[in-house]
Every structure is written in C-alpha cells, then in structure tokens.
C-alpha cells in the first residue's frame, strides 16, 4: 500500500510541472515545397502552430521535409539580414503561459546544401543566438540538433526563426526526413496568476508651495506588476502631474508596458501642478489600473499657501493689564499697502524671550 500512495505521489508531482513536449512538428508527409504546415501536437493551453519560411527563400519540393533553396551564403549574419528562414510561433491561450527548455530539430540537405543553422526569437526581434550556431555536416543524411536554453514564463506569443546559410544558393534543404517528429519545444506550460499591481505605498502628503510659486517639490513612489494580461495605466487627479523622471516628463495619463505579463519595479514621481489658487488640495488619487486587475491608489494631500503678506504690523507694544498679575494689554498698528494678512499670529513664552519660535508655513 506505500508503493502504491509512493506512485500516485509522483504522478501528480509530474502532472502539475507540465514539463515534457509542448509542441511538435513530423513533416513526413510533405512534398516539401507546401507554403506552411501545421504542427502535429500541441499542448492542450497552446494554439495550434504553422511553421513558413522567410521571404528570401524558395520553395523546393523533397518528399518528407519542409524544404527550400535560395540559403544565404556564409554565415548566420547574411541570413538574418536576407530573411533567410523557417519560423514557428507558440502562443499560450489566454490565462497561461509557456517557458521553453530547449528545441530538438531534425533537417536534411542536398550535397551543397545548409551549412550552419541558428535558431533566434521574436523576445529581442531576432538579435542573438540561443544556445550557439551548430555546424551542419557535409553530408546528404538526416542530422540532428538540440538547442538548449531557457526562455521562462511568456504569457505572449513568441516566434522562433531557424536560420542557414548554404554551401551554393543552389542548394536545398529543410526540416524534417528523419524518424519520428522533425521539430521538438520541450518545456512547460503553467497557469497565470491572477493580474496583480503592487504600489509602495497608499498615500503621499505635504505637498505645498506658495501661490505663485508653484508646482510643488516632488515626491515618488514605487509600482510593479505581475500576471499582467495588459499594460499598466496610471492616471492622476486634476491638480496632480506625475513622471517617469524625476525633475521632468511630468503628465498624466502614463503608461507602464509589461513584457511577458510583468512590468519591473518603477518609481513614479509625483508633484502639485503649479498655477494653483490658495488652498487645500487633499485627498487626491493617482490611479493605477490594468485589465482584469485590482486598482490601486496613492491618495494625495498637500496646500497652496497664501502670498506672504507684503508688510508686518508696527508699534507694537504691551503693557500690564488688569489684574497686573494676569494680564497683559498688546496693542499694535495693521500692517498696510501690498498684500494684507488675514490674521496675526501671537507667540509669547512664560521663559523667555528666546524660548519663542518662529512660526513655519505649513506647521499649526
């Protein structure tokens, strides 16, 4: 009975990983010069894939391989820049994604046919090699050829281009001609998370300035995304700009573009507009926001203070009041001309003089 609970262990274990063959291509029955043809196994959160060729290669018919002629001459480099390639596309169905652990490829070729096959991806548009070229034989039998690397969690489509160059443009060769599937994805396919935006912090106070003065001293904060099935938008309130760089850039609305479901942690910086009238701009929300996720906000809070008055009050004097031992009579001239204040603050301190502080903008 433990054997029997060991196994069943085991299986689920292998199940839920879904490593193993996740597409595959067996172009036996071919005539070779077909436009495309369909892959003939797929995992069951893939769409189903069509492999076709690059448009600087011909069509060449040869039973049992998907074929052509018209390769670069030299090296991978010419390839890529004459379109010389074959290309299949993975593309997980929605809710899934897929990482790939390497690519198993069958090919044959004439006597003066491919001499060097690559395989790039559509993840950096074609830029680099994954795994490394590999040297095709100079022979007219089946070879094969595994390419290893790890392309992990894409929630989006990826093309995948085999390039080769050839011995004469002449020559002919493609995929396929041996035993079992031509073309082999090893990997995985698992299923996405739900969309998820993570902010650093749900609220930002204490932006202020002057009328006149403005915009604010920026502050900042940070947001990520994970699971993503779309971009990250982030919009701010009506008296709030925000920037992806600090000290420029300000707008709204900003977008934060996710790859293969993921945006990167990003500071986001964020300042009261100038041209503001005097008062109370509080509880203000920037908005981040991405389909089927759950919005998240930074509320805002900060003030735009009155013009210093232009004048201060004079003569002003104190004397003992009534009683002398509790009162005490100030009296003084309004400040006039310019801008006026509304009121006068009066500071006093049972110590001493130098105990009094100056009051500060901003601070009851």
């Not at 893939?46 to 390769?71: D, E, K, M, P």
């Not at 982030?234 to 573009?257: D, Q, R």
């Amino acid at each position: 009975m433990k054997k029997l609970y060991f196994l069943f262990a085991i299986m689920v274990f292998s199940v839920s990983t879904g490593w193993g063959q996740i597409l595959t291509f067996e172009f036996s029955a071919l005539a070779g010069n077909e436009v495309s043809a369909a892959s003939n196994s797929n995992d069951a959160n893939l769409t189903s894939s069509t492999i076709t060729r690059g448009v600087g290669l011909t069509a060449a018919a040869n039973g049992g391989r998907f074929n052509a002629t018209s390769w670069a001459l030299t090296s991978i480099a010419n390839a890529v820049s004459g379109n010389d390639y074959m290309e299949i596309t993975i593309t997980p169905n929605s809710g899934y994604q897929f990482t790939v652990s390497s690519i198993y490829v069958q090919l044959r070729r004439s006597a003066t046919g491919p001499s060097g096959i690559a395989i790039r991806s559509s993840v950096d548009n074609y830029a680099t090699n994954l795994d490394h070229e590999y040297a095709i034989v100079d022979t007219t039998t089946t070879q094969n050829f595994t390419f290893t690397f790890t392309q992990a969690n894409s929630a989006s489509a990826v093309t995948y281009r085999f390039y080769m160059w050839a011995e004469s443009t002449l020559g002919s060769g493609g995929i396929g001609d041996g035993t079992g599937n031509d073309i082999i994805v090893n990997g995985a396919v698992t299923t996405l998370g739900s969309p998820t935006i993570t902010v650093s912090t749900s609220s930002l106070t204490n932006f202020g300035y002057v009328e006149g003065s403005g915009p604010s001293s920026e502050q900042s904060f940070t947001i990520e995304g994970s699971n993503l099935t779309n971009d990250i938008s982030i919009s701010a309130s009506t008296n709030y700009e925000i920037s992806k760089t600090s000290g420029s850039g300000f707008t709204s609305p900003l977008t934060l573009t996710q790859s293969d479901g993921t945006v990167s942690n990003t500071t986001i910086y964020v300042r009261l507009k100038a041209g503001l009238l005097t008062g109370n701009y509080n509880s203000e929300n920037i908005t981040a926001s991405s389909t089927d996720a759950t919005n998240k906000t930074v509320t805002c809070s900060g003030t735009v203070y009155k013009v210093e008055p232009t004048n201060h009050a004079t003569n002003f004097a104190s004397a003992l009041g009534s009683p002398s031992h509790t009162a005490m009579d100030l009296t003084w001239t309004d400040a006039t001309g310019g801008t006026l204040p509304d009121v006068y603050l009066i500071k006093g301190s049972s110590t001493s003089y130098v105990a009094i502080v100056d009051p500060v903008d901003g601070t009851a």
